[in-house]
């Protein structure tokens, strides 16, 4: 294989990403599923006491909601690419309180050019229901 083709990741490869990284794995992510022909990615974010907004409400703060998010789009490009790769803009809407044990985020690539490639976020709850979206514009080359 050359230099100038990507190694594609599966699940084991961008977990082991998430696991190596100490920010990462403070989050406690974990890849639930990707799916290469569709530029999908699932990762789900367990609550843990430093990431609540207020202790003891089960309420995510929107920090580590934000990191998540671009994670989880920097991953939907970076496991077609072979890791992360920069970001160069996110924006998030959030909808509605995060309030659980955990939180679900789907990435999916809308375009990926070879520059850059844009991805759409959606955060839900364990109910399913949507909590927040992002779009992120990342390099898309490992960088």
């Known amino acids: 294989m050359s230099e100038s083709t990507p190694q594609k990741l599966d699940v084991a490869g961008v977990q082991a990403i998430f696991d190596a990284s100490p ?17 999908e990615l699932e990762v789900r974010m ?13 309420q995510f703060h929107g920090g580590p909601l934000a990191s998540f998010i671009d994670t989880v789009g ?20 959030y ?3 995060a309030i659980g044990d955990s939180v679900v985020g789907i990435a999916r690539v809308r375009r990926a050019g070879k520059t850059s490639a ?14 927040a979206v992002g779009r992120g514009t990342y390099a898309s080359q490992r960088g």
């Open 74 to 93: 920097d991953f939907a490009i970076g496991m077609q690419v072979g890791g992360g790769v920069p970001t160069m803009n996110l924006r998030i809407d």
């Open 95 to 97: 909808l509605r309180p």
């Open 23 to 39: 920010f990462i794995s403070f989050l406690g992510l974990k890849v639930i599923a990707l799916d290469h022909d569709k530029g």
């Open 118 to 131: 844009v991805i759409d976020i959606d955060v839900m709850d364990e109910q399913g229901r949507l909590l």
């Open 46 to 58: 367990p609550l843990r006491p430093e990431l609540e907004r207020r202790l003891g409400t089960k």
